[in-house]
């Protein structure tokens, strides 16, 4: 396979690293002790005689020696080889090792060679220094073997030239002693060349259970290490937004809350609504969205002050944490910087799509939760106002939310206890003279805040999970007022109730609607059901409901129109008998020619489509007297008659129909 696809160092290259080590090691340990046995047998040379062939015999005895060593000093990359190498460089350190080893084993031999000529010196063993040669022989060659324990055949290499030649000159001297040694030395040879093949087997085998062992240590720090990064890129993610590096929503919490643990001073919370996010992933698609999210993220972060926490709480709302001791601009101009950074075009569509709304919570710390609760807050009051706009979490807001709050965890027991009243407001017909319907509109009375608006009381009643009870509270105080108009012989009058959105969404309407007029024997013609065009958006989910409760003879009627989304063709798929308009075009009709315009189209619109039309919200006897030029069929304000209790409503209607008698 090509040199970059090899496997990672096996263990035998590790071995021979191993072997290679020991080899220079033990070859600096002999040559000092090969050096002065070669000075000591050239002493003995000169003393015999033999000088000049003793002085030759010392030089190239250096001379292979000084090779050794050169040999043992010289780099090598094998010397680096490690388990954990890349393989490339591996299978070269390799090779390295290999080279070196064979140019060992090389040296030796010249080495050896070197002493092999010993009998130059002594007359071919037979000279009254023949013990000598002959000791210091056997000495050097059992030192050999003794050290050169990791690769045998550079000791191997060494001994046999001169234990060879000791055999070969004492046999050439004959004689039966001298042949009985001779063959004494082949014997020391083949003893020693054993020795040296077993030692090498030995040190492999070492070699081997060490590696092995390194290697196994090396793979289970190699898994913790894994195990690691593993639980550290599992933390990573479990703390931050996987499209745009931000924390998320957990993280955020969990460094906040170290952030603000045990601190009291003041800090600065914000949180922030893109404007028109939803269209960029209409019309530009979901991918376009993720991208304007990426960008966001980096625009945030490179407005923020350092130090800050920023995050992506999910969908398109950003959470922005500024450290309690950070000093630095005040929180509204902040909120500004913000807001212009954001409103930078993007690219791949055209200015101005999308904003910024923020929520400022800017108040000494106290917990998370409480600070995230009114900066939601003031959030939803910067909307209300707009695009681009920011809110800070003041004492009106935290007047509202706890209200809410408190709404939400009462409102259980004031159903229980009745506390909650159901009041009615006339609707006159005939230029505002005769009551021709009425509208039922909920009130409760909270012993701390007083009265609780309408909205906040739909909204507490779906986050409490009471939006059925509460339906059911109104219904059954719709039919009381049913049954006693009808028992005062008023039974055209109709009574109107309203249905939130989240009602129609959360309860089978219908079906309870249905199932209480027919209990209680009432006529379903007296009965109206008011929807918001926030309803009549979503067709498909309502139509069905609404359908069921017309068949039957239950009218439904449109409330807020013209200020919403609702078209011709809603108009007949929800069988709307009624439409209201809304109170922001007829209130200062009289002074407005644009709402003048808009109500006579209205007016207009129901003429074609045979569908009453009533206008809500009139304040003032000059707004009823240019809705009675206009020729508005029915009206409802408080000019007209203001909400009151089911028993005041009664009597008041009892009274009209008795004058007009």
Known sequence: MPLSESAAPNLGDLIRRDQLEAVRQSVRNAIPVNMILGVTGTLVAWEAGHGTAGLIWLGLSSAANLLRISLCRAPCLGLSLTASMPAEMAAAAARSIDRHLRLATLAALLSGLVWAFVPVLCEGYTSSQTLFYLTVTCGITAGAVTHGIAFARIPIGFITPPLLSVAGCLLAAGGFERTCLAATVLLYLAALARSAVETETVFRETSRLKNA?????????AARASARA?????????????LTG?????????????????????????LLDLDGFKSVNDVYGHQMGDLVLVEVARRLQAAMPPGC???????????????????????????????????????????????????IYHAPAVSLTHMLSCADEALNAAKATGRSRFRLFDEGLRSRLEMRRDSERDLSQALAEGSLEVWFQPIFGQGGRVVTSLEALVRWRHPVHGWVPPSELIAAAATAGLTE???????????????????HGLPHLQVAMNVSPREMAQTAVDEIVLE????????????????????????EAVQGK?????????????????????????????????????????????????????????LGLGRSLGIEVVAEGVETADDLATLQAMGCPFMQGYHL?????????????LASYADAA
Do not use: W
Request: hydrophobic share 50%; net charge negative.
């Open 546 to 602: 609404l359908l069921a409760l017309s068949r039957i003879g239950v009218r439904v009627a449109l409330d807020d129109f013209g200020i919403g989304y609702s078209s011709l063709a809603s108009l007949r798929q929800l069988r709307a008998g009624r439409v209201k308009i809304d109170r922001s075009l007829v209130t200062g009709l009289s002074t407005s020619d644009d709402k003048r315009g808009l109500v006579q189209a209205v």
């Open 469 to 487: 009870s509460l339906l059911r509270f109104i219904l059954e105080q719709v039919c009381t007022m049913m049954r006693a108009l009808q028992d």
């Open 309 to 359: 926490l920023v995050a992506r709480l999910g969908g398109d709302e950003f959470a922005l944490l500024r450290d309690p001791e950070a000093g630095g601009e005040a929180p509204a101009a902040l909120a500004a910087r913000l807001i212009e950074a954001v409103a930078e075009p993007f690219e791949g569509f055209d200015a101005g799509r999308l904003g910024i709304s923020i929520g």
């Open 516 to 539: 209480r007029l027919q209990a209680l024997a009432l006529p379903a013609a007296m009965l109206e059901i008011e929807i918001t065009e926030e309803t009549a958006l979503d067709i």
């Open 230 to 242: 593993l639980a550290e890129e599992m933390q990573r993610r479990a703390t931050h937004d996987g």
């Open 641 to 653: 008659a203001r909400p009151a209790p089911a028993p005041e409503t009664l009597a008041r209607v």
């Open 246 to 270: 931000l924390l998320n929503r957990a993280g955020f919490v969990q460094m906040a809350e170290e952030r603000l643990a045990g601190r009291g001073e003041e800090c600065c919370l914000m």
């Open 213 to 221: 062992a390194t290697a196994l240590a090396e793979a289970r720090e």
